[in-house]
């Protein structure tokens, strides 16, 4: 089983700021573009962010300019960083190996004042 393991949820006020992360295997972590999806309740989950091998990114329009993922090369975990959050941010964030069906277990973030 490949593990990804997520932390970093919570609740926050809106404006207020979360760092998620995805640490994993250090071969696994080198072999695959890593992704954050989210689903809020009754909506299908969508790719929030991407992060290839090389460190090139993706985002949801609905992120850009608020939300940076990156690698940290050093703990094999890929970090989404992500400030100025709103209510429509709440939702349960799930790591994903890119291309595969291999999800973490995901981190609830709630949004709320």
């Known amino acids: 089983q490949v593990p990804l393991g997520e932390s970093g949820g919570g609740l926050v006020q809106p404006g207020g700021s979360l760092k998620l992360s995805c640490a994993t295997s250090?071969?696994?972590?080198?072999?695959?573009?890593m992704g954050w999806y989210r689903q809020a309740p009754g909506k299908q989950r969508e790719l929030v962010a991407l992060?290839?091998?090389?460190?090139?990114?993706n985002y949801a329009d609905s992120v850009k300019g608020r939300f940076t993922i990156s690698r940290d090369h050093t703990k094999n975990t890929v970090v989404l960083q992500m400030n100025s959050l709103k209510p429509e941010d709440t939702a349960v964030y799930y790591c994903?190996?890119?291309?595969?069906?291999?999800w973490g277990q995901g981190t609830q973030v709630i949004v709320s004042s």
């Open positions: 992060i290839t091998t090389r460190g090139d990114t």
């Open positions: 994903n190996l890119h291309g595969t069906p291999i």
């Open positions: 250090r071969s696994i972590f080198s072999q695959y573009a």
